[in-house]
């Protein structure tokens, strides 16, 4: 049975040959275009005040980034499967979506590679964190109908819960692992107790992508068995435009969310919903936004409703939204750390630059940002995230305490 440090050299072997690739792009695009995979942070960013700031008050054993996909092309024995919109150049939106993907997470199509440098690139980078600190692995269900039938041509990509659980068991310094389970399949709440007992730390749904509605009956038995056991559920809400799944936008609503809710479960909001628009109970039009705060507001929320703060940083988001998040700081015990990794090691989603020019960061700090994210997109999106700031408002450091949310009191 491999070791676990030959196992760490086997998929590092791997990301060598990856980075050389990257290297090798880099050189045909724009560097603000094309991740170019640097590895070791030099000593001159280490040193760099910004830096050396943002673990002030944090605990690193307390951070586990809650959001982070796993990407592939099911060529390393994963399992994972990519659809026909990804993978088809005859969609090309969606077939450059992909490449993007892959090059932020420092993979490529070396055939029988990119499975596993995807995941040595993503232990290289958590081995430039602090002890403690962990990642928390997706997998990803595919789309099903009402009957609870899987349809793969529906389905952007898939991720076995069973990969993601093999990476968490073979690296447990560094990953945590994330079931997605759909409620409608007649096996999901026999699958959803084997997934908890298989050490899972959440459950993970995109309802637009994947065909659930949170509202629905139908729901209630996963329910029961995600209160029971304490186990969270983190769920996409407002619009979805990097997965497409079938005409179900409207089940990202926040407010469908209620039916969890009252039945106890403990639900994280990827995003905080702040992309997108829902109707409201009187059926007006609002913000997905504005819905997730009046959600937040509810007695029903109280101890169970929270929001993960990944992806609020891109391009397609408004200042507005960040500073409305730093502002209220009554709701910082109840947002969580997120990265929504590989996103930040896509070059052209987010701007330090644009953000300091919206007043949110230091102008200072933005060189130093830029350089570090080109070596260390999940370091880069903590740093940057721990300075956003707001007329002296900030993040406080219960927003980088996730851990707390994800780990069961057995006493």
Not at 38 to 62: T, Y
Not at 112 to 134: I, Q
């Amino acid at each position: 049975m491999m070791t676990f440090n030959a196992q760490r050299r086997r998929l590092l072997g791997f990301l060598a040959g990856g980075t050389a690739l990257a290297a090798a792009g880099a050189s045909l695009a724009r560097p603000v275009v094309v991740n170019p995979c640097r590895a070791a942070i030099p000593v001159r960013l280490l040193d760099s005040p910004w830096l050396k700031q943002v673990w002030a008050g944090i605990d690193p054993a307390g951070l586990w980034d809650c959001h982070v996909h796993l990407a592939g092309l099911g060529d390393g024995g994963s399992g994972i499967e990519i659809g026909p919109q990804l993978s088809s150049p005859l969609q090309p939106v969606h077939y450059a979506q992909r490449l993007f993907y892959m090059n932020a997470g420092c993979a490529h199509d070396t055939p029988g590679a990119v499975d596993a440098a995807y995941v040595a690139r993503l232990l290289n980078l958590c081995d430039a964190m602090p002890e403690g600190f962990k990642v928390m692995l997706f997998a990803f269900e595919r789309f099903h109908d009402t009957a609870g039938h899987a349809h793969p041509e529906h389905s952007a990509f898939y991720v076995p819960n069973a990969w993601a659980a093999k990476l968490a068991g073979e690296f447990p310094a560094r990953f945590e692992w994330v079931a997605s389970l759909h409620p409608y399949h007649a096996a999901a709440v026999d699958d959803l107790k084997q997934a908890i007992s298989g050490g899972a730390r959440a459950v993970k749904w995109l309802p637009a992508a994947q065909g659930m509605d949170p509202a629905s009956a139908k729901c209630d038995a996963f329910y029961r068995v995600l209160a029971e056991s304490g186990t969270p559920l983190i769920v996409h809400c407002g619009e979805e435009k990097a997965v497409k799944g079938s005409d179900t936008q409207a089940f990202g609503n926040p407010l469908r969310l209620r039916r969890a809710l009252d039945l106890g479960v403990k639900v994280v909001v990827a995003h905080c919903a702040t992309m997108g628009s829902d109707v409201d109970d009187d059926g007006s039009v609002r913000s997905s936004f504005d819905l997730f705060l009046k959600a937040m507001a509810e007695p029903r929320a109280v101890n169970r409703l929270y929001g993960d703060i990944s992806a609020i940083t891109l391009r397609n988001r408004q200042p507005a939204v960040i500073r409305t998040l730093l502002e209220r700081e009554d709701l910082h015990e109840r947002l969580l750390h997120g990265s929504d990794y590989p996103l930040p090691g896509v070059l052209p989603l987010i701007s330090s630059a644009t953000l300091a020019r919206a007043g949110l960061l230091p102008k200072d700090a933005v060189a130093d940002l830029d350089a570090l994210r080109e070596h260390n997109p999940l370091l880069f999106d903590f740093v940057l995230k721990r300075l956003l700031s707001w007329q002296g408002h900030s993040f406080s450091p219960a927003v980088f305490d996730t851990r707390r949310i994800f780990t069961v009191d057995q006493s």
